[in-house]
């Protein structure tokens, strides 16, 4: 039976009910009342298209649903849905966002407004359906904003906060949100589903503006420009992606004050951070492993340690990202990608947090891990290990500092 709950600033009730994290991103859609919607399938982000033709057939949502002869084609649909003033979703995971990635790269450019899920998995060759963000990441530098959900609940309310920050036009920009494979596409949590009154206060109208491809307002979409006005096109995206930082703290707090849920950052979630003396850092699912190797470890061995758990990527919050890491001695950055041939072989994430942090003339050590790659569980032997390596640069050990390490790695 669906248990009745109370938003912080309606008198309607939500309702909790057990949904995996594509079903949490199907209520999302309907919530948000999206007109058009394309769809292919590829494992493991098809469940939202089993999701969301579940409720269209159950006459709980009504949206144009349109099954795309490929993954190009799906983002083509919604590209031009959007030009047009249709508030739009769309998905993909792994080679299926990549035999896209005209489309995606096109959507930035053009400033449009769509909202994507990744559902994360290992890109071929080999292939696997498990975990690995390198798919979302491709299109780090394109101008897509990227968060990560920790669980089914946060990728509803996630999704929510996409639509309201994408089409406000201080950023028209595209989002992507990261949902790991399987440890969050196909795993079932308990989600509190909002009202659609309280969705309706939060969430306004599409409204392109004087932006809208119409034959009343002749505008150009997707122009060629010669060499003259090229880089006055790319500062202007620049500019939005500035932006987006304060549009997210906004949409944030009004998230909060409307919903109750959020936590007091929108761009970090800290855990048991307090007193510690060194941190790991990482996004997505990998946060629950590491927060049971946490509380094992104060108990049994008295170490003070804690997490940090990025939710938004791009646009990179590099004040709260320093202000948080710098009062720590070592961070251990938990990549689950790869980026070959960086500075010290190390993840993506690991390369952003010292960029980071560089200017800073108090900064902690920093200590690369590469973990849970293809979908492999970081269990809890790994997760040690990864905080004696973080607590060893802490104390001077050179070797342990500076430098990246991959975990679990049979020889």
């Known amino acids: 039976m669906a248990v009745e709950v109370k938003p912080k600033e309606t008198s309607e009730v939500e309702t909790e009910q057990l949904?995996?994290?594509?079903?949490?991103?199907?209520?999302?859609?309907?919530?948000?009342?999206?007109?058009?919607?394309?769809?292919?399938?590829?494992?493991?982000?098809?469940?939202?298209?089993?999701?969301?033709?579940?409720?269209?057939?159950?006459?709980?949502?009504?949206?144009?649903?349109?099954?795309?002869?490929?993954?190009?084609?799906?983002?083509?649909?919604?590209?031009?849905?959007?030009?047009?003033?249709?508030?739009?979703?769309?998905?993909?995971?792994?080679?299926?966002?990549?035999?896209?990635?005209?489309?995606?790269?096109?959507?930035?450019?053009?400033?449009?407004?769509?909202?994507?899920?990744?559902?994360?998995?290992?890109?071929?060759?080999?292939?696997?359906?498990?975990?690995?963000?390198?798919?979302s990441l491709a299109v780090r530098d394109l101008g897509w904003l990227l968060p990560w959900a920790e669980t089914a609940q946060e990728a509803l309310d996630l999704a929510l906060m996409a639509w309201r920050v994408a089409e406000d036009k201080r950023v028209s920009l595209p989002v992507a949100i990261g949902l790991d494979g399987a440890f969050l596409t196909h795993s079932q949590h308990i989600v509190k589903i909002p009202t659609q009154a309280a969705v309706d206060k939060f969430l306004p109208k599409f409204d392109l503006g004087d932006r809208l491809l119409h034959p009343d307002n002749p505008i150009t979409i997707a122009p060629q420009v010669d060499q003259d006005w090229l880089m006055e096109i790319r500062r202007q995206n620049d500019a939005a992606m500035r932006s987006a930082l304060g549009v997210i703290r906004e949409a944030h707090a009004d998230f909060k004050r409307i919903f109750g849920r959020g936590g007091d950052s929108p761009f970090l979630d800290e855990y048991m951070t307090d007193d510690a003396e060194v941190v790991v850092i990482g996004q997505g699912t990998l946060s629950l492993p590491m927060k049971v190797a946490i509380r094992r470890l104060r108990k049994e061995q008295g170490l003070r340690i804690g997490l940090v758990r990025l939710k938004w990527f791009r646009p990179f919050p590099t004040e709260e990202v320093v202000k948080s890491l710098r009062r720590f001695k070592a961070v251990g950055v938990i990549d689950r990608d790869y980026s070959f041939g960086s500075p010290y072989y190390g993840g993506v994430l690991y390369n952003e947090i010292r960029s980071a942090l560089y200017s800073q003339a108090k900064r902690p050590v920093i200590v690369g891990f590469i973990a849970g790659l293809g979908g492999r569980e970081i269990e809890?032997?790994?997760?040690?290990?990864?905080?004696?390596?973080?607590?060893?640069?802490?104390?001077?050990?050179?070797?342990?500092?500076?430098?990246?390490?991959?975990?679990g790695v049979r020889e």
Request: hydrophobic fraction near 50%; charge should be negative.
């Open 19 to 135: 949904a995996t994290g594509c079903e949490a991103i199907a209520e999302a859609i309907r919530l948000a009342d999206v007109d058009v919607m394309a769809a292919y399938p590829i494992r493991p982000y098809d469940g939202v298209m089993q999701a969301a033709a579940k409720l269209i057939a159950n006459g709980k949502m009504d949206v144009e649903y349109i099954v795309a002869d490929g993954e190009h084609s799906q983002f083509e649909i919604v590209k031009h849905a959007c030009a047009v003033g249709a508030r739009v979703f769309v998905g993909s995971s792994g080679v299926g966002w990549f035999y896209a990635f005209e489309a995606i790269a096109v959507t930035a450019g053009l400033r449009l407004p769509v909202v994507a899920i990744c559902g994360n998995r290992a890109l071929d060759d080999p292939g696997a359906f498990g975990t690995e963000h390198n798919d």
């Open 380 to 407: 809890q032997p790994m997760a040690t290990e990864i905080f004696e390596k973080t607590m060893a640069a802490a104390k001077g050990d050179l070797a342990a500092g500076d430098t990246c390490h991959w975990i």
